[in-house]
């Protein structure tokens, strides 16, 4: 195994700086629809249709902004996130069995539209782990299974209503079901790695008491061997 709750911490740090840029260019998307929405709608717009126009150019910059800060962002963070995803599975597969392997688990995460698949990931490393922490009796947060599945319900909508839907009430419903599902995904996710971490300790443990066990054992058969003598 491999400590990887530094990865975990990273990738949960990134999640939170990607919420707030997508709330913030949410709100002055919203603000440029509120307020210049009539513009859009029209077939010919011209210069004059533009009243205030210093207002309109500083949303289509700010919002610009944030796209940019924001897709550098989501990118650090799908990069941290994808690490831990690999890392997370192979270390439960030296203690127990999974449903996927490292290298599946991280296609299912990366692919667009897609990637709520690593809901039975994430499902089924919860499993395992808490099976893990129990067996060892270590004491640990439980990761609520209504979150989890929150969560996949949430990002399903948010995905439906993006892609169906022309309604400017339905995206709004949609996008705010996205927020939702990303902080219900943020909250197991936290959960989990302060697991993650306790097991890996308990690992580390484990291991160290082995290998002296294995030195006095070694140790006692030198003995022997040279009493024998």
């Known amino acids: 195994m491999e400590e990887n709750t530094l990865r975990g911490k990273r990738a949960l740090f990134w999640m939170k700086v990607c919420l707030v840029l997508g709330i913030l260019t949410a709100i002055l998307c919203g603000a440029m629809y509120l307020g210049y929405g009539e513009i859009f ?17 500083a949303l289509v910059l700010f919002i610009l902004l944030f796209g940019f800060v924001g897709s550098i962002a989501v990118s650090v963070e799908a990069l941290f996130w994808l690490l831990w995803t ?11 069995t999974t449903q996927f392997s490292p290298v599946v688990a991280v296609l299912l995460g990366v692919v667009p539209y897609i990637a709520v698949l690593h809901f039975f990931v994430f499902r089924d490393l919860v499993a395992k782990q ?53 902080i219900a ?29 294995q030195v006095l054992r070694e140790r006692e058969i030198e003995k022997t061997a040279a009493a024998e003598l």
């Open 41 to 57: 709608q029209m077939e010919n717009p011209t210069p004059d249709s533009f009243q205030g126009g210093f207002g309109f150019l």
């Open 86 to 96: 690999y890392r997370a599975v192979k270390n439960l597969r030296v203690l127990t």
């Open 130 to 182: 808490q099976g893990e922490l129990v067996r060892r009796g270590i004491g640990f947060t439980l990761v609520p299974q209504n979150l989890v599945n929150g969560w996949a319900l949430l990002c399903l909508v948010g995905i439906v209503a993006a892609l169906t839907s022309e309604s400017v009430a339905f995206l709004t419903f949609g996008a705010i079901c996205g927020f939702a599902s990303y």
């Open 185 to 213: 995904y943020m909250k197991a996710f936290a959960i989990y790695i302060e697991g993650e971490h306790r097991l890996f300790e308990a690992y580390k443990d484990e291991e160290f008491r082995k290998k002296v066990d």
